[in-house]
């Protein structure tokens, strides 16, 4: 694992041939993942531009979310897949995707139901402003 992140952290499912997974392989072939097999996906509110939180996904959570139309996301902490708002009821309804130039970040852009951060906040950006100018 990386250091600093939770010693419990596992990496998502999949061996040595790379995750088990629906992702159209054109897609897949275009992910450049980091060393846990992870691209980070940056979520944004669709109408407003607001960037909501961070979040993690594999080929299969992409997958989930590119299918399903709710955003999944890899916990590191937990060692799972979570669905955004299935047990908080603050859901995230997927409006678009984008994978950016260079392969390495996601864009996903949803209607976010409520709060997006599990402090209650907003977003995960509203509690410490490190600079205004």
Do not use: I
């Not at 992870?38 to 669709?46: F, I």
């Amino acid at each position: 694992m990386p250091p600093g992140w939770p010693s419990r952290a596992r990496s998502p499912p999949g061996g040595d041939d790379g995750p088990v997974t629906g992702l159209d392989p054109g897609v897949a072939a275009r992910l450049k993942r980091n060393e846990a097999g992870l691209v980070p996906a940056v979520v944004q509110q669709h109408d407003t531009g607001e960037v909501l939180m961070l979040g993690w996904m594999d080929d299969e959570a992409l997958h989930r979310t590119l299918t399903t139309g709710r955003a999944t996301y890899w916990s590191r902490s937990r060692g799972e897949y979570w669905v955004k708002g299935e047990t908080s009821g603050h859901v995230q309804h997927v409006k678009e995707v984008r994978l950016d130039c260079d392969g390495d970040t996601l864009l996903v852009k949803v209607d976010q139901t409520d709060v997006a951060c599990h402090t209650g906040d907003r977003t995960c950006f509203d509690a410490d402003l490190l600079l205004a100018t």
